[in-house]
């Protein structure tokens, strides 16, 4: 499998590829105007990147594949209102300011929540009975933005 040198830093990326090609340290060292050891370094770290790139893959993959479920309408109101209930302790935890993008820096499952909760709610009700909190802070927060 080829891999993705778009990760790395410069350095990195120049060091891996000339050292996949079969260049020796030395070389690659003198060329860059770095130690040995440096170059060294700069390869062990894009081997450990692409490691850690390659477990970021599989979990957004294992995230992301659908599964078939099939529930009952109670069981899906029971997970409604335990997604409501989430949401809340996890917006408790959320540090909101006036400037920057909160949102992205909400875990995950906090992320997911709002389009879960339509998703479930449609297959229910036939329609969005609750908003998401996410959702009524976003638009608190793009008319506070609107009016300054």
Wanted: glycine fraction near 4%; charge should be positive; include cysteine.
């Amino acid at each position: 499998m080829e891999k993705d040198v778009s990760i790395l830093t410069e350095k990195q990326r120049i060091a891996w590829t000339r050292h996949e090609n079969g260049e020796p340290y030395s070389k690659i060292a003198r060329d860059m105007g770095l130690s040995a050891q440096a170059v060294a370094n700069h390869v062990h770290n894009a081997e450990r990147r692409f490691r850690e790139y390659e477990r970021y893959k599989a979990h957004e993959e294992w995230n992301n594949a659908q599964i078939n479920l099939v529930l009952t309408n109670a069981e899906c109101e029971i997970l409604v209102q335990g997604l409501l209930a989430y949401e809340n302790k996890m917006m408790k935890t959320a540090h909101f300011t006036g400037s920057g993008d909160w949102r992205s820096r909400l875990p995950y499952e906090a992320q997911r929540i709002p389009p879960l909760l339509d998703k479930l709610q449609q297959a229910v009700y036939g329609e969005s009975r609750y908003r998401s909190t996410l959702i009524v802070c976003e638009m608190q927060n793009d008319l506070k933005k609107s009016k300054a």
